[in-house]
């Protein structure tokens, strides 16, 4: 006991060092914080940057307007001919002529020529005409004068019903202009058959896609026995042998055709 007692006397406790301008009894808590201080991870200092803004995913910017101010309608030269119709005839804005212009027609074809003064004063207007004499034409520049002049027909509700003949161009633009419960009718695909169909906009908007060939099938056969008994004569602008298809395509590409082009096989 007492040679324990002694051990304890001849071997004195380690010196606890002081902090510089502390007291003896603080030494041994500023040490304490210095080692934690020591070990706490640093986080990197945030100063100076910004959160990264959220991103709406839903939201689509739309594309500035690409506008030419350099062509004027005057510029769209063609001389009056007697019994043909010019395009700057008519009160059509200033973009349409433009388009008209670099696609190269001058004259109005006949059932263009009948149309368009009634469809562009507004009022309703109907007519029967061959494939390939512009009847699409006829009813699509008084359509685009109005949205032309009146952007917000609809105050962003959307329309009750869009007709498609275009197909891949203008379908996903076709169905975005739809409102609630609107409805797609689709009559061909002149210009494509692969569009894409945005899932989410067909059901949130609870949409009707509905095709039609514009007749039944009785109507088709009665119009068949009609052609094949000579009643009615089907326009053909030119046959060509298969051997000669990539000139066939070519005509067609120029669009200057009228009615159908032919290509034979055997």
Known sequence: MEDR??????IPSSPVPEAEGSDAGGGADS???????????????RKGKKRPEAIDAGAVPEPAPV???????????????????????????????????????????PIQAEILPSALSGKDASGRAQTGTGKTAAFTLPLLQRLSSEPRLTNRRGVNVVVDNVGEPTWLNSLRS?????????????????????????????????????????????????????????????????????????????DQHFGKLVVEIG
């Open 5 to 10: 007692e002694n051990l304890t006397k001849t």
């Open 67 to 109: 506008t030419d101010d350099s062509w004027d309608p005057r510029q769209f030269k063609v001389p009056a001919a007697p019994g043909k119709t010019r395009f700057q005839d008519f009160d059509l804005p200033a973009p349409l002529l433009h388009t008209i212009s670099d696609l190269g027609f001058q004259y109005c074809t």
């Open 31 to 45: 040490l304490t914080s210095e080692r934690r201080q020591s070990t706490r991870r640093r986080r990197p200092s």
């Open 178 to 254: 739809l409102g609630a419960g609107g409805r797609l009718l689709t009559v061909g695909g002149t210009a494509g058959y692969n569009a894409v169909t945005p899932i989410n906009l067909v059901f949130a908007r609870q949409l009707h896609i509905i095709g039609s060939t514009m007749g039944s099938q009785a109507d088709f056969n009665k119009v068949m026995t009609l052609i094949f008994a000579g009643k009615i004569k089907v326009a053909v602008d030119e046959v060509f042998p298969l051997q000669a298809y990539p000139a066939a395509l070519a005509r067609m590409m120029t």
